[in-house]
Every structure is written in C-alpha cells, then in structure tokens.
C-alpha cells in the first residue's frame, strides 16, 4: 500500500511557472515508476511525465522540453517542475505510483493558467 499525498498547484499566468511535489509513504518508494498526470473538464486521465525505479523519464510530447520530473530517494519524494505553462495545461494534476499489479494515485491538484 502506498500513500501519496501532492502540493504546489494554483493559479499562474501563462508563461509562468509551478512546481508540483508528491510525497510516498507506506512502501518502498525506489521500487515504484512514479508519474504525474492530469485531467482536464471532460477528458481522460493522461501520463504527463513519468519516472522508472532506474531513473529512465518519459513526457508527454506537449510538455516536452518545458516540464521536468525528478525524484528524491531520501525523501520518498517525486515532483514536476512546469516551465512555460499554457493555458491548455489547466487541469487537475495526480501524482501515480504503479508497481505491478498496482496503480495508487494521490487526491490530485489543480493548476490553472489563465491571465
């Protein structure tokens, strides 16, 4: 079992930027891919950025080059660095920990980007 718990989301202009942080708790974090990903009104849940127990990252290709995920071991802590926010980055933002067969997500957090 796995706890997820995110912080840092709110209103930003666009061109501005946000960082997104998600804590794990509960498991062995280093054992998880752990991603980000988000939810606009009406559509589906979709992989923003993403994060192997070996550090190999994928992105979405809208956000790649402005967003970028890390992970802190000690801290059992992944977070989403967003640069250059658009509007059509408005959405609710989950942290996801997947470790097979097992998917936990956190409550979510919105961003919005609007002037």
């Known amino acids: 079992q796995v706890q997820l718990v995110e912080s840092g989301g709110g209103l930003v202009q666009p061109g501005g930027s946000l960082r997104l942080s998600c804590v794990a708790s509960g498991s062995i974090f280093s054992l998880y891919y752990m991603g980000w990903y988000r939810q606009a009104p009406g559509k589906q849940r979709d992989l923003v950025a993403g994060?192997?127990?070996?550090?190999?990252?994928n992105y979405a290709d809208s956000v790649k080059g402005r967003f970028t995920i890390s992970r802190d071991y000690p801290k059992n802590t992944v977070c989403l660095q967003m640069n250059s926010l658009e509007p059509e980055d408005t959405a609710v933002y989950y942290c996801?920990?997947?470790?097979?067969?097992?998917?936990?997500w956190g409550q979510g957090t919105q961003v919005t980007v609007s002037a």
């Open positions: 994060m192997t127990s070996d550090n190999n990252t």
């Open positions: 996801g920990a997947y470790l097979y067969p097992n998917q936990y």
